[in-house]
């Protein structure tokens, strides 16, 4: 937890079920972490660039969406460490989830036709997806939320090596 603060700053007291990056509303009445929300830039521009790039490139529909969701992660953090409510915390984290998975998919369709659909990657990341929507958004615990990201994150590190040994053997 970061230290307790007599300042509420504009948002009032923090919601959410963390609160441990930084001393809230120490740089800004209406930021309760400035430097996580202004940092959340460094996900905003390049996936705003990487939308127009695709499109302007006539890259697959894929890697447009894959940007997207960036996008609103990005736009998900800077919420949530700008106001620390529970309700931006969600916006944060379920997109992390989500496009993480997304990307687990774009990496595996590289070695795919283009326009090519993997229906059982794509049913198996959908349904891990709504399921950790679902017992996140009921149980309200950060360790859910931290265990299943992890999942992901280790699945996204294997695809990539994955994909690199069929690339480089």
């Not at 006539?58 to 969701?69: K, M, N, P, V, Y």
Request: aromatic share 16%; proline share 5%; with cysteine.
């Amino acid at each position: 937890m970061a230290p307790y603060s007599d300042n509420p700053g504009f948002w009032g007291p923090p919601t959410s079920t963390i609160d441990w990056c930084e001393d809230n509303y120490q740089v800004s009445w209406y930021i309760a972490e400035f430097w996580n929300t202004v940092s959340n830039l460094s996900m905003i521009i390049p996936a705003i660039y990487g939308i127009i790039v695709t499109k302007r490139e006539g890259l697959e529909t894929r890697f447009q969406i894959l940007h997207s969701l960036f996008l609103i992660v990005g736009i998900g953090s800077t919420l949530f460490h700008m106001t620390l409510r529970h309700s931006m915390q969600v916006l944060d984290e379920v997109p992390m989830i989500w496009g993480s998975c997304y990307m687990i998919y774009t990496m595996h369709m590289v070695t795919k036709k283009p326009g090519a659909v993997s229906y059982p990657t794509a049913v198996f990341l959908l349904s891990y997806c709504i399921m950790f929507a679902a017992v996140y958004l009921i149980l309200q615990n950060p360790t859910i939320f931290q265990a299943m990201y992890g999942v992901v994150v280790v699945f996204l590190i294997l695809q990539a090596v994955y994909t690199l040994k069929l690339q480089y053997s």
